[in-house]
């Protein structure tokens, strides 16, 4: 199951970067990848 997860973060980690390459991302998105590295971390 971590594995998937794992994938899944990866996916949305690497559209993210390509989002930001183009400049299509809005202040909110890195934001939103803070918060969820916290939550991770308290696992």
């Not at 997860?5 to 809005?26: G, H, W």
């Not at 202040?27 to 991770?40: A, L, M, N, W, Y």
């Amino acid at each position: 199951m971590a594995d998937v997860k794992r994938n899944i973060f990866s996916q949305v980690y690497n559209q993210l970067i390509q989002d930001i390459a183009n400049e299509t991302v809005s202040p909110k998105g890195p934001i939103k990848i803070e918060k969820r590295k916290k939550i991770r971390a308290q696992k």
